[in-house]
């Protein structure tokens, strides 16, 4: 269930937000290792492993199968403001052309939603670029995006006994980054109707992919 809104500002500019207020997420089936965030005790004389210690669902690290699955019983998402400007008109062989910068941020943080499904818990930046070019009726719009996870709300603990103390030491999750591909066609059939087709994709990289 989600809000979505656009409006323009300018000539040349537009605001738009989008709010996801009810999200369910379904899990196949129990995890074999249990989803972040974890405590890894660690008993004297021993080394720790390395991490990572299991698999994870990079929109929504903490996911497991404890959340309810129809819609109507799920959870808050998160919501999405953000500010595209056209720096370029469109005309002739040459590209209009707009940029873009979104914010998202949750909607709740506390750990029973995270693990279902409601998000990370941390604030996302995104900026992204836009280009359409015209031909009669016809028109192509290509877009790309780079995202920057923020730091998840809940970290790894690590529990051992060093030097005579207890330490204990938070290890935030590392999340890869973002980026997004996009092609769309839109073919105007009257003054009030086109038809539209697009495809997008989203490909993690740097850091834990």
Known sequence: GALAVRAGVTR????YGQFILNRSVAVPDTLVNPPPPLDQIVPPGTVAPSRPWYSLYSPSPYLDDTGVIHFGA????HALLGLKARALQPRGA????????????PLVTNLRDLQAGAGTGGVDVRVGATSEWLAGR???VGAAGFMRPGQPAYPDRRIEWRDGALVVTDMPLLLPYRVDLGLGVRRVLSPSFAAVGEVNT???????T
């Not at 799920?74 to 998402?77: N, T, V």
């Not at 989203?202 to 834990?208: A, H, L, N, S």
């Open 12 to 15: 040349w500019a537009e605001a």
């Open 74 to 77: 799920g959870h808050p998402g």
């Open 94 to 105: 040459r590209p209009g052309i707009a940029g873009s910068l979104e914010v998202r941020f």
């Open 138 to 140: 016809w028109s192509i």
């Open 202 to 208: 989203v490909f993690e990289t740097g850091r834990r």
